[in-house]
């Protein structure tokens, strides 16, 4: 079976700092800006969890059509605010598990 999933990494400030659609699944022309639309409207969600629980894996936080909103909350003491994350050695690593778990 085929699946595609976008992996994003977003900033306290809502701001995505890294994305990566990864799978196996057909690409889709619009699949990137209705992934980026469900995972922004699923941010509201997380905020309010995230006050609520100290549980770092939300688990899945919502759902669009057969699309599931999964999140895991974390601080990065490294990281420097307004940067992105362009690793390509990070990328790879990405990619290279979602081959595997895929």
Known sequence: MA????????????????EAEVGTGPKKEDAA????FILHAA??????????TSAMNLR????FDDL????YTLL???YV????ITSSHFDTK?????????
């Open 3 to 18: 699946s595609t999933a976008c992996f994003m990494i977003v900033s306290k400030n809502d701001i995505p700092i890294y």
């Open 33 to 36: 800006h209705q992934h980026q």
């Open 43 to 52: 941010l509201d969600i997380v905020q309010d969890l995230a006050w609520t």
């Open 60 to 63: 899945v936080v919502d759902r």
């Open 68 to 71: 599931l909103v999964s999140v």
């Open 76 to 78: 990065n003491p490294l």
């Open 81 to 84: 605010p307004g940067s992105r």
């Open 94 to 102: 990405v990619r290279a598990l979602a081959r595997k778990y895929l």
